[in-house]
């Protein structure tokens, strides 16, 4: 029996799904006569952004939180490169190294930041060193579990050719794990986000979590919902951005 597989005239992608449930929010919400008070409708979303700009400064906190969060994944994956051969030779020769982050695998970021907060409060200086080490603990993790799948043909064309152990460490093996270790990277940003609003939240310090928190204790739902919506928008287009630049730079043959 032949089938003909024909190509539906509806493609069931991210972006197809994401349009489709805006158009029925629009037609449900916005122009019938639905009314309730759990899901605003979108010109009262609209209003309330305008409100988060206007009322809470939602502009000003928003570079705040960028001013931390951006510069602190950017010197991460600097310190990855500057030292990637030390790190690599610290993990390849002493494979018990990572165990020593065992005990505290078990505690989220959240302890973490209500103890940052209560040692360091209000200190952005504090919120900098907590999300940096959160992007170097995230990426020398991927790249623990990445050297457990290096390609042995490219280490013993390296021998061959003569190449010191260093030079493959630093040529062959780092390159070959690089897209592996920033192929994560989209996946960090994102858990980023939610560590530096929790802690902007916690502990009170300037940014997008102290707007939530002040929208929290005046009950805006509208705001918060606003607010959520925005930051989506903000860690997709970021998202992008990250991988077409690591589709660009990025990469092994």
Wanted: net charge neutral; glycine share 4%.
């Amino acid at each position: 029996m032949n089938i003909n597989k024909n190509k539906s005239t509806f493609s069931f992608t991210k972006s197809n799904i994401t349009i489709l449930f805006t158009l029925i929010y629009l037609i449900i919400f916005e122009f019938t006569w639905v009314t309730q008070t759990a899901i605003p409708k979108p010109s009262m979303l609209i209003e309330s952004f305008l409100s988060l700009i206007a009322e809470y400064r939602l502009l000003n906190a928003f570079l705040e939180t960028t001013e931390v969060l951006l510069p602190a994944i950017f010197i991460g994956i600097l310190i990855i490169e500057l030292f990637n051969k030390l790190i690599l030779k610290a993990i390849l020769g002493f494979s018990g190294i990572v165990n020593i982050s065992s005990p505290f695998k078990y505690f989220s970021f959240f302890f973490f930041a209500i103890v940052f907060n209560n040692v360091f409060p209000s200190s952005l200086l504090a919120e900098f060193v907590f999300i940096l080490l959160l992007v170097l603990g995230n990426l020398i993790s991927v790249l623990v579990k990445s050297t457990e799948s290096i390609a042995e043909e490219y280490v013993e064309t390296a021998k061959s050719l003569g190449l010191s152990n260093g030079e493959i460490i630093s040529k062959v093996i780092w390159k070959s794990l690089k897209p592996k270790v920033y192929g994560n990277l989209i996946k960090i940003h994102y858990q980023l986000w939610i560590a530096v609003i929790i802690y902007e939240f916690i502990g009170a310090v300037n940014g997008i979590g102290s707007v939530y928190k002040i929208t929290y204790e005046y009950n805006d739902l509208f705001a918060i919902i606003s607010l959520g919506i925005f930051i989506s928008l903000v860690i997709c287009l970021l998202n992008s951005v990250l991988k077409f630049v690591i589709s660009k730079l990025v990469f092994w043959e």
